[in-house]
């Protein structure tokens, strides 16, 4: 099941607060079209996980993972990667 790095559910806990969004709610994985109609990984907070959502707890963050990406993220995790001054949420492969 896709796992999440401790620095990448802080950082989208703080994400969370500061958007004032509830504690209860959680981090939806799930995919969306881009313009050019390609697929990508999306993430949002949710109140409750949808039907058909694997659901886990990371580092005290609830996280719902849609069925359509399951699958495609079973081994993989998300993380935090620097991009000069600004952390970034990535997408890697799971290690150990």
Do not use: Y
């Not at 559910?9 to 390609?38: C, F, K, W, Y």
């Amino acid at each position: 099941m896709l796992t999440l790095s401790e620095p990448a559910a802080n950082l989208l806990t703080q994400s969370r607060e500061q958007s004032g969004i509830p504690d209860h709610a959680m981090l939806r994985v799930s995919s969306s079209a881009d313009d050019d109609g390609q697929s990508r990984i999306s993430l949002g907070f949710v109140d409750q996980p949808m039907d058909g959502d694997q659901t886990t707890t990371a580092h005290g963050l609830g996280v719902c993972i849609a069925p359509e990406v399951a699958a495609e993220l079973e081994s993989a995790k998300i993380d935090v990667q620097q991009q000069g001054d600004t952390p970034a949420l990535v997408v890697v492969p799971a290690t150990g």
